[in-house]
């Protein structure tokens, strides 16, 4: 028994959607395709089949057709794999008019060069062109990019180095700001760092007590879990102090 992975749209601009996939032990069909919000056409959907509070409209491309058609028969060959996961970055790609990502760490990977460069006297900096390059692409489409930060203070030597380099953020067109952990005591916070895409989608960041990412990222659209999202960011925001402004200690 096996969860399989049947096919998706060649024709996609970003080969991200549309796909589908066929699960043998539950004998059920998964379509990832682009969300309906058209209350138009949802009113249509609806005249014919209510859609539940836990059910969601996708549409897909016709020519998708001859894919759904392999997964309903079974015939699909088994083994077929996709693109690859989806990163952060197709992720701003694709957002249309927000990303927003809380941080609450004090170490990330302690081993990385430039930080190791930062620690030893050296000017820290690297080529950070393709993630300042995509971010400036999706500023320049119109999306909003919120970067929070919760650090405890003094700082640590991990977050010395973020601060002296948050320059590119802005500069690519980022909005950061700064929460000293103690004025963020009252406020429940999240087990883990998240992004959030267009108040629509999260994606769970992991890493180890050394700090270093397990790539064990997490997406979910939960309704509840993106409105509880959506509420402590604007909550730490609100709090938290510019980048241009905030002075660490």
Not at 117 to 123: K, N, Q, T, Y
Not at 127 to 132: A, F, I, L, Q, S
């Amino acid at each position: 028994m096996a969860f399989h992975f049947v096919g998706m749209d060649p024709n996609s601009p970003d080969d991200k959607c549309c796909a589908v996939f066929v699960d043998d032990e539950t004998e059920r069909i998964f379509f990832q395709g682009k969300l309906v919000t058209d209350p138009t056409l949802l009113a249509k959907i609806a005249k014919h089949s209510p859609i539940g509070a836990d059910e969601a409209v996708v549409r897909q491309p016709g020519r998708m057709r001859p894919i759904i058609a392999e997964a309903v028969a079974g015939t699909f060959e088994a083994g077929r794999v996709g693109h690859g996961p989806t990163t952060i970055r197709d992720m701003i790609r694709g957002a249309r008019h927000s990303a927003v990502h809380l941080e609450t760490r004090d170490t990330y990977d302690p081993s990385h060069p430039a930080f190791q460069d930062f620690l030893a006297g050296g000017s820290g900096r690297y080529d950070r062109h393709g993630w300042t390059d995509t971010v400036h692409e999706a500023v320049g489409r119109g999306v909003r990019i919120r970067r929070a930060r919760v650090v405890s203070e003094p700082i640590s030597d991990y977050i010395r180095w973020e601060h002296m380099i948050t320059d590119e953020n802005v500069e690519a067109g980022e909005e950061v700001r700064w929460l000293p952990r103690r004025q963020a005591f009252d406020l429940m916070l999240p087990g883990t760092d998240f992004w959030m895409f267009d108040g629509k989608v999260i994606c769970f960041n992991f890493n180890s007590g050394a700090g270093i990412d397990t790539d064990e990222d997490q997406f979910t659209n939960d309704p509840d879990l993106v409105n509880r999202c959506i509420a402590i960011f604007e909550q730490i925001w609100e709090r938290a102090t510019p980048h241009q402004q905030y002075q660490p200690t």
